[in-house]
């Protein structure tokens, strides 16, 4: 089992950067292919960035490709997402997944059991 907890997040103007962290606790952290997903009012939870065990792997959602970084060290147990060039269509709370599945079969929230509580992240135009 592992907790994770988000932070970083914030108001920040079009074309601005946010670093979003997620701290992990548990034994196994780099068992999980780990995730960011985030969620716009009235819209459903998708996927931004998925990153495997190693972080030899990732993969992006093509609305960020180019625009945002995931990484995560095994060690310290966390993983962060890079955000730069933002844009006001970015905003949304922003969640911290893990997932048992191996990777990349992690592209659906479906696929993960573990979830933070989120952060918000708002983009200024």
């Known amino acids: 089992q592992v907790q994770l907890v988000e932070s970083g997040g914030g108001l920040v103007q079009t074309g601005g950067s946010l670093r979003l962290s997620c701290a992990a606790s548990g034994r196994t952290f780099s068992n999980y292919v780990m995730g960011w997903f985030r969620q716009a009012p009235g819209k459903e939870r998708e996927l931004v960035a998925t990153i495997s065990w190693s972080g030899g792997g990732t993969y992006y959602s093509d609305s960020v490709k180019g625009r945002f970084t995931i990484s995560r060290d095994n060690n310290k147990k966390w993983v962060d997402l890079q955000m730069n060039s933002l844009k006001p269509e970015d905003t949304g709370v922003y969640y911290c997944?893990?997932?048992?599945?191996?990777?990349?079969?992690?592209?659906?929230?479906?696929?993960?059991?573990?979830w933070g509580q989120g952060t918000q992240v708002t983009v200024s135009s």
């Open positions: 997944a893990a997932s048992t599945n191996p990777f990349p079969a992690t592209v659906s929230q479906q696929h993960y059991r573990y």
